[in-house]
């Protein structure tokens, strides 16, 4: 068996290019690692449950077109932390930078709604 470093799994099914690079980025600016994998599962739950399952710090994402959800280990099928459909980029930032704030057990940050019109 491979050892892995302690990063955040990320398991895609053809992301969008732009979604994927925002939640990396949202992810690098807490400073953990993340890991990406192309599936062949196509449920965005079903990703993100796999991926935290597999996940040496259980936190995963899961990625699938334009579908975004971010999952805790234990926690089941579908009982995502948060999810998105067709993300904005301060929603993509956002995934990412919780997803490792949970793993640092870090408080998750809000979209401010006041600063949307």
Known sequence: MIARKPSILIYTHAADDKILKEICAGIEEEGVFYDISEKEQTDVDR???????????????????TEAAFQMSRLPVGRNIMKYRLPDTEQC???GTNSAR????????????????
């Not at 990703?47 to 077109?65: H, K, M, P």
């Open 47 to 65: 990703l993100a449950f796999e991926a935290a399952g597999e996940s040496v710090l259980g936190s995963g994402i899961g990625i699938s077109g």
């Open 93 to 95: 930032r956002l995934l």
């Open 102 to 117: 949970a793993v640092k057990r870090e408080p998750l940050k809000e979209i401010d709604d006041r600063d949307r019109a």
